[in-house]
């Protein structure tokens, strides 16, 4: 089984600071991990994914997360946010099974206010 | 290419009443997964279905939940009869592998009142 913390509900910044929202995760097999972005009245849209190879992932509107798994990490990060950023944020991960599908485990989710 | 599409966007019904949602997915993607929010906290997942057939169910809550997927197309999840707590966002997601990229609906919320 595995369970995800996103430890901040809400983050506040200025635009063109930068932002970090913070993931953790607890598994007890090997994980893929993925942070998806839910604009108001959207869907979930995919950010970045890591499935293998190198732990820094850069995913679609300059946003980038690194695995770390000694920390069992996957932060997500922005050098510069923009109004258009301001949006809820939700980690997740699936355990890695050979053949055969796999749910998503998600986090509450980090609701983003980037302010003028 | 139409993304996945969820309806009705919204639905409010009375404890007791019936309602189905359904979920079009993505032209081709064989695996189709039911999740929900309750509440704003996490979202979680209900289950996974494999073309028609049901690979996963673990996530439905109880036997008030019923979801089908004939022909391995379309997929409805019925809630009969609705209790307050099954208000929340319904979100159905769709993939050609599993573990890979999942591609979300826009969720209908259900209110029951």
């Known amino acids: 089984a595995q369970s995800v913390t996103q430890l901040d509900s809400q983050v506040p910044v200025f635009e063109e600071a930068p932002v970090e929202l913070r993931c953790n995760y607890s598994?007890?097999?090997?994980?893929?991990l993925f942070w998806y972005v839910q604009y108001p009245n959207q869907g979930l849209q995919l950010l970045l994914k890591y499935l293998s190879g190198s732990t820094l992932v850069k995913g679609i509107n300059g946003f980038e997360a690194e695995f770390n798994k000694s920390q069992t990490s996957f932060h997500l990060r922005k050098p510069s946010v923009h109004i258009s950023d301001t949006a809820e944020y939700f980690c997740?991960?699936?355990?890695?099974?050979?053949?055969?599908?796999?749910?998503?485990?998600f986090g509450t989710g980090t609701q983003l206010k980037v302010e003028l | 290419e139409a993304g996945v599409t969820q309806f009705p966007s919204h639905s409010v019904i009375e404890k007791g009443q019936t309602v189905t949602l359904r979920c079009d997915p993505i032209s081709g993607h064989d695996n189709l997964y039911w999740y929900r929010r309750v509440m704003g906290k996490e979202i979680k997942f209900l289950l996974h279905f494999v073309k028609e057939s049901k690979q996963d169910e673990s996530g439905m809550p109880n036997n008030r939940f019923l979801a089908e997927r004939t022909g391995g197309t379309y997929s409805t999840l019925k809630v009969q009869p609705a209790e307050l707590e099954d208000s929340g966002v319904y979100f159905c997601?769709?993939?050609?592998?599993?573990?890979?990229?999942?591609?979300f609906g826009q969720g209908t919320r259900l209110t029951v009142v």
């Open positions: 598994s007890s097999v090997s994980v893929y």
């Open positions: 997740a991960v699936s355990g890695i099974l050979t053949g055969g599908g796999n749910k998503l485990t």
């Open positions: 997601a769709t993939g050609i592998q599993p573990n890979t990229e999942a591609f």
